[in-house]
């Protein structure tokens, strides 16, 4: 079943950069959402909601929920043997509606202020061809006129620009193109393959931040590592400074680059035999 989900959105992807209409941010679209519609919520279930390590962060915000509690409870990381490295999908609710777990029949969505880039991005999406042929970067806007959507048939008339300036998109953005220039990296795209350790390290850094979190201040890790007393200090209690080193640390740990300067040796045994004395004290 996960086989088919995977397959049907490889699909998807194909089609989309192959046969829909490319927008560009000054395009024009007509939509409006709201309870006032018949459709209210109808796009809310039996839906594939990809989430980046922002929107988890995001997600677990407004559910005030640890990381690994929130990434076993709604995410599920579909089988796929031709993706190296995992990126978790929105589980939804196992009933027939197959819902999100977190629509209300009454008030929509429970989590708007928080919600993930693709639930402030409908009815458009954004697509790459580099996904597909590397030395094509460009990007393009694309619009899902999907039969259930009566949302379609409002006068309301958006252009692309002024849809993601409403829709609070900005903030995705800085931690969406880290993600991306990670997952399209030219070590991955020349065929090279993570094994289990370095999967692990990308979960943990990215999506599993409370583990992280700990890992650095209960480890060797800062002993390792040359890090400003203020970003630890900052690291501490800021989950978005933290996904920053995570993005630092993971493209260290999977691609070999110098994103996070490492103690020379001496220091590294300075830091250790203090360390020591501090315990004997
Ligand atoms: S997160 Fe909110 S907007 Fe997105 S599918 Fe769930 S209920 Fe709908």
């Given at each position: 079943m996960e086989q088919d989900k995977s397959d049907n959105i490889a699909r998807l992807k194909e089609t989309i950069l192959r046969e829909?209409?490319?927008?560009?941010?000054?395009?024009?679209?007509?939509?409006?959402?709201?309870?006032?519609?018949?459709?209210?919520?109808?796009?809310?279930?039996?839906?594939?909601?990809?989430?980046?390590?922002?929107?988890?962060?995001?997600?677990?915000?407004?559910?005030?929920?640890?990381s690994s509690k929130f990434l076993h409870d709604y995410a599920i990381i579909p089988f796929d043997d031709k993706q190296t490295l995992p990126v978790p999908l929105m589980l939804m609710e196992e009933t027939d509606k197959k819902q999100c777990h977190f629509v209300d029949d009454e008030k929509g969505c429970t989590i708007y202020n928080n919600r993930p880039w693709p639930c402030r991005m409908y009815p458009l999406g954004m697509a790459s061809p580099s996904e597909m042929?590397?030395?094509?970067?460009?990007?393009?806007?694309?619009?899902?006129?999907e039969d259930h959507c009566h949302g379609h048939k409002s006068d309301k008339e958006w252009t692309v620009e002024e849809w993601i300036a409403d829709q609070?998109?900005?903030?995705?953005?800085?931690?969406?193109?880290?993600?991306?220039?990670?997952?399209?990296?030219d070590r991955l795209r020349?065929?090279?393959?993570?094994?289990?350790?370095?999967?692990?390290?990308?979960?943990?850094?990215?999506?599993?931040?409370?583990k992280f979190r700990k890992m650095i201040f209960e480890s060797s890790f800062l002993d390792r590592y040359e890090i400003p007393d203020d970003e630890i200090a900052t690291v501490k209690t800021d989950d978005e400074a933290l996904l920053r080193l995570?993005?630092?640390?993971?493209?260290?740990?999977?691609?070999?680059?110098r994103s996070i300067p490492i103690r020379n040796e001496e220091d590294q045994k300075a830091r250790l035999e203090a360390k020591i004395l501090k315990k004997s004290d």
């Open positions: 829909y209409p490319r927008l560009s941010s000054t395009d024009k679209f007509k939509f409006e959402c709201g309870p006032h519609l018949d459709c209210f919520n109808d796009c809310c279930a039996d839906v594939n909601i990809f989430l980046t390590p922002y929107d988890v962060l995001r997600m677990r915000k407004e559910l005030k929920m640890g042929v590397k030395e094509d970067s460009s990007k393009f806007f694309f619009l899902l006129n609070g998109i900005e903030p995705y953005d800085e931690f969406g193109e880290l993600f991306k220039v990670l997952t399209i990296h020349s065929g090279w393959k993570p094994t289990p350790k370095h999967v692990e390290i990308y979960w943990m850094g990215l999506y599993d931040l409370d995570g993005f630092r640390w993971v493209s260290m740990a999977l691609f070999g680059e």
